[in-house]
């Protein structure tokens, strides 16, 4: 997160939104102060979403949808879901 463009509490409620929802299937998350305007989400050392490439902050539902489909693709988002299966009329898994 860019420290210059004050995103620490921004960058610290998508970390706590993340964690709060894949309790089970992610183990950590770090908060690193990056060269200015940089936002990014890395998943494995994997670039999951990165404001360069995005140009804005991510929508949260869109950032659980991208991460759930590396660590839970099976898994069920509640009603902000656009798992594969919901375009289908299937309801996702729980």
Not at 43 to 67: C, M, T
Request: charged share 20%; net charge negative; aromatic share 6%.
């Amino acid at each position: 997160y860019c420290v210059k463009c004050q995103w620490l509490a921004r960058a610290s409620w998508i970390a706590q939104e993340l964690l709060h929802t894949f309790a089970g299937d992610v183990s950590e998350v770090a908060l690193v102060p990056s060269p200015p305007g940089t936002l990014e989400v890395r998943v494995n050392g994997e670039v999951l979403w990165q404001r360069a490439k995005g140009n804005s902050v991510p929508e949260i539902k869109d950032l659980k949808q991208a991460l759930r489909d590396v660590v839970a693709p099976d898994r069920g988002l509640g009603h902000s879901d656009a798992h594969p299966g919901a375009a289908s009329g299937e309801k996702p898994a729980s």
